[in-house]
């Protein structure tokens, strides 16, 4: 996407700045992130959604700013210029749309960046890892008012284990020979662990354990802190939807407590940190306990394991489909994703004991 494209579509949107300068941010596997700078201190981050992934754009965008707005509303002591440092602000188009719309399917959205922020891929000091469960633990009380249903469910059945089941099992039926010699040893893994890996989605569906507004993407990368290691707030609200408390704890964890990142090829790098486990536990209840139920306490250390399984199986089955869905660098680069998963997985299975 050239220079002058991207000036074009930022200046769709209601700002009262000039494009100067982008910068393609690699921060997602799907959608395409851009840093705007401007004629004033102010920066935006224009992002371009995959509507491969994202069916429903307007819907997906909507829940977005919901959210936002409800956020914004519970710190009523500052002033909307502090809102921008502190929470994620969307901008209107010039017609008054949280979208533009260009031709063949190109949906964009505007934020206004949070300046002096920075992200980790890797937690490498417990104070990230303390104030990235304060964070989530904050995102989930803050919202825990809100009606989950008014939402729009971006993508069906997204932490649904036996729909992912479904897809895996198709990819393998699809994969040419030489993909599924290599995916041979975690193929065994997976057969093994089915029935435990069920068990959060049957007390879900067995209404066991309460819906809530969850956000769906919880890595750690997916947190906004100082350069002085304090959090912000949580960031990309793609798919923010109605789920358990459990998807969101399990997926932060599976990265906050990676001792390598997702991407490490390196397996002996691959651990699960038991200290920065405890920290961030410690705070994320503090912050929500009151909303929590004992049956969903009980059942937090396995929606980790759960969730490190998750992410392998889906790694796996792009893997086995050719990579269609994730972004890849390389060749293996999603059976290597799957590789450091499963490394994650049986660590975490030495070191925590889930009952
Ligand atoms: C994808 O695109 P990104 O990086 O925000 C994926 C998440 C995975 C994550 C793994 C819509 O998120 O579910 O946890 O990669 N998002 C979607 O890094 O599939
Ligand atoms: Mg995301």
Redesign the pocket.
């Given at each position: 996407m050239n220079t002058k494209k991207l000036s074009e579509i930022f200046n769709k949107f209601e700002h009262d700045t000039q494009f100067v300068s982008c910068k393609e941010l690699n921060?997602?596997?799907?959608?395409d992130t851009f840093l705007i700078t401007t004629n004033t201190s102010k920066k935006f981050v224009l992002q371009r959604i995959n509507h491969l992934?994202?069916k429903d754009v307007p819907g997906l965008v909507n829940n977005k700013v919901l959210i936002s707005k409800h956020l914004q509303k519970k710190q009523p002591h500052l002033t909307k210029n502090e809102l921008d440092k502190h929470v994620l602000c969307f901008v209107k188009t010039k017609n008054t749309n949280n979208y533009y719309h260009q031709l063949e399917n190109n949906f964009w959205n505007l934020m206004i960046f949070i300046d002096d922020s920075v992200t980790h891929t890797i937690v490498k000091d417990k104070e990230i890892a303390f104030e990235a469960g304060k964070l989530l633990g904050t995102f989930l009380n803050q919202t825990s008012d809100f009606d989950s249903s008014k939402l729009t469910i971006v993508?069906p059945n997204?932490n649904n284990m036996s729909f992912r089941f479904q897809q895996y099992n198709d990819a393998l039926q699809n994969a040419t020979e030489k993909r599924l010699q290599n995916a041979k040893m975690y193929i065994d893994k997976i057969a093994l662990l089915k029935d435990e890996m069920h068990i959060l989605q049957q007390l879900k569906e067995n209404g066991k354990i309460p819906i809530r507004v969850t956000h769906?993407?919880t890595?750690v990368s997916?947190a906004l802190f100082t350069k002085n290691n304090k959090g912000i707030c949580m960031i990309?609200t793609?798919?923010v939807m109605p789920g358990i408390v459990h998807y969101d704890f399990g997926?932060a964890i599976r990265t906050i407590c990676n001792t390598a990142s997702?991407d490490e090829k390196d397996l002996t790098k691959v651990s699960f940190n038991t200290t920065y486990y405890q920290a961030y536990k410690e705070v994320f209840f503090k912050e929500i306990q009151n909303t929590l139920t004992d049956l969903e306490i009980k059942y937090l250390p396995l929606a980790v394991k759960t969730m490190i399984f998750i992410?392998a199986l889906?790694f796996l089955t792009d893997y086995l489909n050719n990579d269609v869905?994730?972004k890849t660098n390389y060749l293996e680069h999603n059976l290597d994703r799957a590789k450091n998963q499963f490394k994650l997985l049986e660590d975490f299975s030495e070191k925590i004991s889930i009952f």
């Open positions: 921060s997602g596997h799907i959608n992934v994202f993508i997204f769906n993407d890595k997916n990309d793609d798919t997926d997702e992410m889906r869905y994730y």
